[in-house]
């Protein structure tokens, strides 16, 4: 309708004018060399525009002819990109699919048709990554590197592949180049974080890492390799406020404490953490400056109050009493034992020791020492520091595990064989 409206509006315009133009009186006498014109004025006037319409025609075509090269350049650069982007789309889907020599090959193509774009260089990357060519990889990397905007595309590249190789000077030094080519981020922190662990830099890692279940062992680690002692002290003190049942952190925050001459706080700590997880070696350091034999088995019973029936504490109160020559106290918690079905091969040891004791070198003290001594070889094994990662033992906790080098993964397991067949974390 609007169209209809616009043609009649102009048909009009173009009456009007025409009727106008034919008004205008006078004529017009043009005389060139022999040729002269005249004409009326209306008819002069209709002439001058269609030379101007003439003109305007002739100028459009000189300038279409002019540019057909530049044209023709379009048209192929268009082209480029279109078969370029239809590769990269290529790649994108074999690298999906995992398929290493369509997705290299459409790489290769797209780079071709695009160039050395940040994003057919990741292409590349990352198809002859999938293809196992870590040397092409790092080739495309370390161009992005050199791209001022995709720098950070490329070292992150680089950095992957460092990590992988395990070659973790490299990949500290990518990392800081990382973090001034885009500072900030949270997954270069992560990196940083477990670059650190890698290298054992505790504190630093502590500083870059987030939530982590093994924190109160790097904390224990940084104290451990921390030559100032007030640092090292508070070091520590974070790794058992961070997990108070968690021997190794206790101890070393006691250790440091009685270094200090904080004897106090000291056992404080120490009987903290049997109240949460009782341990041989947190009663090896409670106990460590009482000498008297009466005074240790008072010093015990203090240790164990927080948890006097757990096995550890038995065992622990059995042991000193017979240190002490309380036999009957510690045949009464190895009785205590037995009656909770517990058949533990330091029970049966000490066990043993109570019958010598008691019978001495009698008929019936032999025979009650060869059947205690029996149930030991049967027994259920000592608890013992296990990696949860590899199951391989370990002679003492510590930040790696001496088998297969993980961090924090050592962990305080139980010798008693549960239902599941697999050993079970004490504390
Ligand atoms: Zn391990």
Redesign the pocket.
């Known amino acids: 309708m609007l169209k209809v409206i616009l043609f009649l509006l102009a048909g009009g315009a173009i009456i009007a004018g025409g009727w106008l133009l034919a008004g205008i009186p006078g004529h017009v006498a043009v005389s060139i060399g022999s040729i002269s014109i005249d004409t009326s004025a209306p008819f002069a006037i209709l002439l001058l525009i269609a030379l101007f319409v003439a003109i305007l025609i002739v100028l459009r075509i000189v300038r279409a002819v002019w540019g057909i090269p530049r044209t023709g350049a379009n048209w192929r650069r268009r082209r480029r990109l279109v078969l370029g982007q239809r590769a990269a789309t290529r790649v994108l889907v074999a690298l999906a699919a995992g398929e290493q020599g369509a997705a290299r090959k459409e790489a290769s193509r797209a780079r071709n048709y695009l160039g050395e774009s940040p994003q057919t260089l990741l292409l590349v990357a990352e198809a002859a990554r999938l293809s196992g060519r870590e040397d092409e990889a790092e080739a495309a990397f370390r161009v992005l590197t050199n791209q001022k905007d995709a720098r950070f595309l490329g070292l992150r590249g680089l950095l992957r592949q460092a990590v992988d190789r395990g070659d973790w000077a490299e990949a500290l030094v990518i990392a800081k180049d990382a973090e001034a080519a885009h500072p900030g981020t949270a997954w270069l922190r992560q990196q940083r974080a477990e670059l650190a662990l890698r290298t054992e830099n505790w504190a630093e890692a502590l500083q870059l890492i987030g939530p982590d279940p093994h924190k109160a062992a790097y904390y224990v680690a940084a104290a451990d390799a921390e030559p100032d002692a007030s640092r090292a002290l508070a070091f520590a003190k974070r790794g058992w406020k961070q997990e108070p049942g968690f021997t190794p952190a206790a101890l070393a925050y006691a250790r440091r404490l009685r270094t200090g001459g904080y004897e106090k706080r000291a056992l404080a700590c120490i009987a903290s953490a049997w109240k949460l997880a009782p341990h041989p070696d947190l009663a090896t350091f409670a106990l460590a400056s009482v000498s008297n034999e009466l005074a240790r088995a008072q010093a015990a019973k203090r240790l164990t109050a927080g948890n006097p029936a757990h096995p550890e504490s038995r065992l622990l109160l059995a042991r000193v009493a017979l240190d002490a020559g309380l036999t009957g106290e510690a045949r009464h918690q190895i009785e205590i034992m037995e009656g909770d079905g517990l058949n533990l091969r330091r029970q049966c040891l000490l066990l043993a020791e109570i019958e010598e004791h008691e019978r001495g070198d009698t008929e019936v003290g032999r025979l009650a020492q060869r059947d205690a001594l029996r149930r030991a070889a049967s027994a259920d094994p000592d608890p013992h520091w296990q990696?949860s990662?590899?199951h391989?033992d370990n002679r003492a906790w510590q930040p790696k595990?001496e088998?297969?080098g993980?961090i924090g993964?050592v962990q305080w397991v139980s010798g008693v064989k549960a239902t599941s067949g697999l050993p079970v974390i004490v504390g």
């Open positions: 990696c990662h590899c391989a595990c088998s297969c993980n993964t």
